[in-house]
């Protein structure tokens, strides 16, 4: 028996998690590929399948209906199984909780990931957002993550100066130490209709409050927030939310300029629900009478310790369970492993950006690493869990919460000797922005809209791809399936960049099967079932109500937008791999990539397009400036873009992807339909699917594959600031967003 393959059954010590802990005897299988390196704690030490898949509860109110108080607040939490220790983290939780000593902890709502904000359509919500990342005297917390400063980033520090030389905030540095300063925070609702002072802009953090103001700023550049009175100094954000947009999944968490990778990492996330309304129903085909969905979702009056005591009633009823999969690593103490050094990626050891202050200039930042990817699957806060299933249908919000890494699921029965038996479809119903005009059964290789015959995926290996920040609504059904079945969701997608599949089955790189190729199990036990189980719409019956599409007569305006990746202009290497200056005569190859960008594109060659690649703060190409105005609506900045929408109108933005990998293209405000995939030349169909069967309802992030033009359509409703990046968020840190700017119309 390999180290892989032994079950592990260690005594457990219960700390402050309220969880009955349970063990099981399962074989994993074989790995035949190397875990991804890490920090000091193996993967393969962690066991697996011992730890109940914990249920967020619903985020308390202030004490008013849809009004909140949220606090972002460093804890400890037991991620690992224990006799294993905890990890510190940070994340929100009701600003009038007090902070656990051990998370999950029933008397505190402070939890990674975040309880579940529970909203209706059409109820408008309002949020203070506190930072509270300081400890119990009031001293800021310094970042729990290496922050490189020569990044384009928030820069709080007053004696930090831009790269310009001048002093500043926002702007990139030639510091290389690690920030050692107080944290900012904005948190952005991703996918909300939302007005931008309470969007979450990456130029609108702020401080905890009390920092001494001679020695840092206490708020980003363009700080704003609902009232416009605020002036960014008492640690809060007022932000309000329209929610005016039809039933789905959303969720919240940190978007601050250039540290969005860390404050994420360290763990402030959570779901946003919006529920209700006119899309926030179905029919059952067999009765022609309305639909019932799985349920019920956790509520207001369910407890962290009912929902997350196997056994106990109320966890026992839930039906309906949001899931957030995340990458980790970590070390032997408990704690979260980032890397601290470019060598992580692709072992580049400089020089760097500056290697220290007055050395010879690169352009290669020291710490930024291009994509980051980890060795320990967490979901919901616990690495590798287990629920136990009814035989009956489920509901589960599916989120990629990861950093850079690409999901392709799929469910499989586990057989008595450890290998993988039959497979189990989800059957996909929602994604980004709501519902899907059908259900689509996804299995590998398989993506069928009901009724209708079998569809196969472009390529025999996709099952349920899900890249960065995109949500799949879907439902599981374990009915007909034996007491002690142990069904087990995997992750084939590769433990390296993504580029789309191969398409041959069986050729490209997957994840370790003995590690990130797990994700986590049900195992099905009767005794569960309920009479309303039987009372459940079945998937394939399901016909859902949802919006009709945008109308392609309006379409005023068509975009060209693109991805690129930025090279070194400095350093090369030679045959060998030692790092020289590009105008040496040993110079092999360029380092790269050094950043990754969004611009333009230039169609003067119609037949080899390429790309204009621009930064965040770049006014060159067709840049144009815009005057906005801030919330106290006399405040008016001028804002330097290049996509410069008219309230109301409805575009295509043609996204040309020059760089190697897909990316997960983000636009936030609107809800955009995929239009379509075709080559370079607009013509030749994508073979990754012109536009596939889970992405014909309303989302708000794409995935963009290399050497392709995406197209969407999304009608610009809200006049103000907005930004656009990839949701790949050490690019999104490196460049890879843009602000634009919806125009009023002109009189």
């Not at 099905?524 to 719409?537: F, K, R």
Request: hydrophobic content about 35%; some cysteine; glycine content about 8%.
């Amino acid at each position: 028996m390999t180290h892989a393959q032994q079950t592990h059954c260690p005594d457990i010590v219960r700390r402050l998690v309220p969880f009955l802990l349970l063990c099981l005897s399962l074989v994993v299988p074989n790995a035949f590929a190397e875990p991804v390196p890490g920090g000091t704690l193996s993967p393969e030490d962690i066991p697996k399948y011992i730890t109940p898949l914990v249920i967020p509860p619903v985020m308390p109110n202030d004490g008013m209906m849809d009004s909140y108080d949220i606090a972002v607040r460093q804890f400890q939490q037991q991620i690992l199984p224990a006799p294993l220790p905890p990890t510190t983290v940070w994340s929100y939780g009701a600003a009038a909780d007090p902070t656990p000593a051990v998370a999950p902890d029933p008397g505190s709502s402070f939890n990674y990931p975040a309880y579940t904000v529970e909203t209706t359509s059409n109820i408008p919500v309002n949020v203070r957002w506190i930072n509270d990342l300081v400890d119990g005297y009031g001293n800021f917390r310094p970042h729990l993550l290496p922050i490189d400063q020569t990044l384009h980033w928030a820069n709080p520090a007053k004696e930090t100066l831009c790269k310009t030389g001048a002093p500043g905030i926002d702007c990139a540095t030639n510091e290389p130490s690690f920030y050692q300063g107080p944290v900012p925070i904005v948190t952005h609702v991703h996918g909300a209709h939302v007005d931008p002072h309470s969007d979450g802009y990456p130029e609108a953090w702020w401080l905890p409050a009390g920092v001494d103001t001679s020695q840092y700023e206490t708020k980003g550049t363009l700080f704003d927030d609902a009232t416009g009175i605020n002036g960014g100094t008492d640690g809060y954000a007022d932000y309000s939310y329209r929610n005016d947009q039809p039933a789905t999944t959303l969720w919240y968490h940190d978007h601050t300029l250039g540290m969005t990778r860390a404050n994420v990492y360290a763990g402030p996330a959570g779901f946003w629900l919006i529920r209700g309304g006119g899309f926030d129903k179905g029919v059952d085909s067999s009765t022609n009478k309305k639909a019932v969905l799985p349920g019920p979702a956790p509520v207001a009056a369910d407890t962290l310790l009912a929902l997350n005591t196997p056994g106990n009633p109320v966890r026992s009823a839930i039906r309906e369970i949001p899931i957030v999969i995340q990458d980790r690593s970590f070390n032997t103490d408990g704690s979260l492993f980032y890397p601290d050094t470019r060598e992580f990626f692709d072992g580049f050891t400089g020089p760097y950006t500056p290697d220290y202050v007055g050395a010879e200039m690169s352009d290669i930042a020291p710490a930024w690493n291009p994509e980051a990817f980890f060795n320990v699957m967490v979901v919901n806060g616990v690495s590798w869990p287990q629920m136990e299933v009814a035989p009956a249908n489920y509901r589960l919000r599916l989120l990629n919460g990861c950093n850079s890494r690409f999901l392709n699921l799929a469910l499989f029965v586990v057989n008595d000797d450890g290998t993988l038996g039959d497979e189990i479809p989800f059957y996909q119903i929602g994604a980004d922005q709501g519902f899907l005009p059908q259900v689509v059964r996804v299995k590998t290789g398989e993506a069928t809209p009901l009724p209708g015959p079998p569809v196969f995926a472009p390529d025999p290996d996709q099952a349920l791809l899900m890249a960065l920040a995109e949500r799949a609504d879907v439902i599981v059904n374990f009915s007909g399936l034996e007491d002690g079945t142990v069904v087990r969701m995997i992750n084939t997608a590769a433990d390296a960049p993504f580029g789309g599949f191969d398409g041959d089955e069986g050729e490209e790189e997957i994840a370790d099967p003995g590690t990130t190729g797990q994700v986590m199990q049900f195992v099905v036990d009767s005794a569960l079932s309920l009479p309303s189980d039987a009372m459940v719409t079945l998937p394939e019956n399901l016909e859902l109500k949802t919006e009709k599409p945008l109308d392609m007569r309006k379409i005023k305006v068509t975009r060209q937008i693109s991805l690129n990746e930025g090279e070194s202009e400095t350093v090369c290497l030679t045959e060998d791999g030692e790092s020289v200056p590009t105008y040496d005569t040993n110079c092999h190859e360029l380092v790269a990539p050094k950043e990754a960008l969004l611009g333009q594109v230039d169609l003067s060659d119609p037949n080899n397009p390429s790309g204009i690649p621009l930064k965040w703060t770049d006014v060159s190409g067709a840049s144009t400036p815009v005057q906005i105005t801030m919330a106290d609506g006399v405040t008016t900045k001028m804002i330097n873009v290049t996509e410069n929408p008219t309230l109301g109108q409805t575009e295509n933005w043609e996204i040309y992807n020059f760089t190697e990998d897909a990316h997960p293209i983000h636009l936030h405000l609107v809800r955009f339909e995929v239009v379509k995939r075709t080559a370079m030349d607009g013509v030749t169909p994508s073979p990754n699917g012109s536009k596939q069967p889970w992405e014909a309802g309303f989302k708000d992030t794409v995935i963009a594959y290399p050497g392709e033009i995406t197209t969407v359509r999304a009608k610009f409703d809200i006049a103000g600031l907005f930004v656009w990046h990839c949701h790949i968020l050490e690019h999104e840190d490196n460049e890879m967003m843009r602000p634009y700017v919806v125009s009023p119309k002109q009189p």
